[in-house]
């Protein structure tokens, strides 16, 4: 079973290239999910697998590719499932616990929503396995998740599906203690950390946690 991580980059918005650099770890695999080969040459760096149905491929950078030895898996246009979810698969099959999804949180609504739900796919749920742009941070928690990042960051917890029981923060403004959130309720959003780490345990419930960090000054 792999032990290094995997950062698979989608096909969706990048806004800050450098913030995305600096999360990049020594021993990272790089995976793209077909356009999303554009943003990991940006950062002067090649795939170790391209998967999808290279339809938002130049030609020049397929050669390229090619040429380069970069290991791709190619699918029909014509599929049930998006390049995102074939190349999540391909990590799996690789044996991959800890995955970070680079670029998948802007761009059309459709397709964010639909990377967000792809989280709660039940062989995924009890993997390290997050949405991450190097400015926002997406992940679901079901018992309890240590977040990383300084005070002044944000963070917004939404419940998924129904209501969370029981939820406690640790390191946050605004703190609950044992407390139920509703999805129709707005009273979760827009926490902030005090501290360098933040700490949300669940008692029951899906609940999705969205850390936005503070931009990093000049």
């Known amino acids: 079973m792999a032990t290094t991580r995997a950062l698979i980059f989608a096909n969706g918005l990048l806004p800050d290239l450098e913030a995305a650099r600096r999360f990049l770890q020594t021993g990272d695999v790089l995976y793209a999910a077909d356009g999303g080969t554009q943003h990991i040459l940006r950062l002067g760096l090649l795939p170790d697998l391209v998967v999808g149905d290279l339809d938002s491929l130049e030609k020049e950078d397929l050669e390229m590719l090619n040429a380069a030895g970069v290991r791709i898996v190619r699918h029909p246009q014509d599929k049930n499932l998006t390049d995102l979810e074939l190349t999540i698969n391909c990590a799996l099959e690789e044996g991959h616990q800890?995955?970070?999804?680079?670029?998948?949180?802007?761009?059309?609504?459709?397709m964010i929503l639909s990377n967000l739900s792809l989280l709660?796919?039940?062989?995924?749920?009890?993997?390290?396995?997050?949405?991450?742009?190097?400015?926002?941070?997406a992940f679901f928690?079901?018992?309890e998740a240590h977040i990383s990042g300084k005070a002044g960051d944000i963070v917004s917890l939404l419940p998924?599906?129904?209501?969370?029981?029981?939820v406690t923060t640790i390191g946050l403004r605004w703190?609950?203690?044992?407390?139920?959130?509703?999805?129709?309720?707005?009273?979760?959003?827009?926490?902030?950390?005090?501290t360098s780490e933040a700490i949300i345990r669940v008692?029951?419930?899906?609940?999705?946690c969205i850390h936005r960090r503070q931009k990093s000054p000049e």
């Open 98 to 110: 800890s995955l970070v999804i680079v670029a998948a949180l802007g761009g059309r609504l459709d």
């Open 120 to 137: 709660t796919r039940p062989d995924l749920l009890e993997r390290d396995i997050r949405l991450d742009d190097g400015v926002e941070q």
């Open 203 to 208: 008692g029951s419930g899906l609940l999705l």
């Open 175 to 194: 703190t609950l203690t044992n407390e139920d959130l509703n999805p129709y309720e707005t009273r979760s959003i827009s926490n902030e950390m005090q």
């Open 160 to 166: 998924w599906g129904g209501g969370v029981e029981q």
């Open 141 to 143: 928690l079901r018992h």
